[in-house]
């Protein structure tokens, strides 16, 4: 109820900035693949579990950064189709 009684002049229906996060995402995706390659590199070649460790770290922020851009082209195909409409 209180929501509505509102004096700000944000709109009632806030938008995500897409194409800021699409970049931050390709970046995440690209950075996080190319760690997780130099990661495993180490990792075989001194035997150390602790790069296999980052190696997973670094895959798990390339695989979440994939998710995200999955989501923002849905979000954006839906806005798109919703303003042909």
């Given at each position: 109820m209180w929501l509505r009684n509102r004096a700000?002049?944000?709109p009632l229906t806030a938008r995500s900035p897409y194409r800021l996060?699409?970049?931050?995402?390709?970046a995440a995706l690209v950075l996080g693949t190319a760690a997780a390659?130099?990661?495993?590199?180490?990792a075989m070649s001194t035997g150390e579990q602790v790069w296999a460790w980052e190696a997973a770290i670094a895959a798990a922020v390339a695989v979440?950064?994939?998710?995200?851009?999955?989501?923002?082209q849905r979000r954006l195909s839906r806005q798109r189709d919703r303003q042909h409409q």
């Open positions: 700000g002049t944000e996060r699409r970049i931050l995402s390709l390659v130099y990661f495993i590199t180490q979440f950064a994939a998710v995200d851009l999955v989501i923002i």
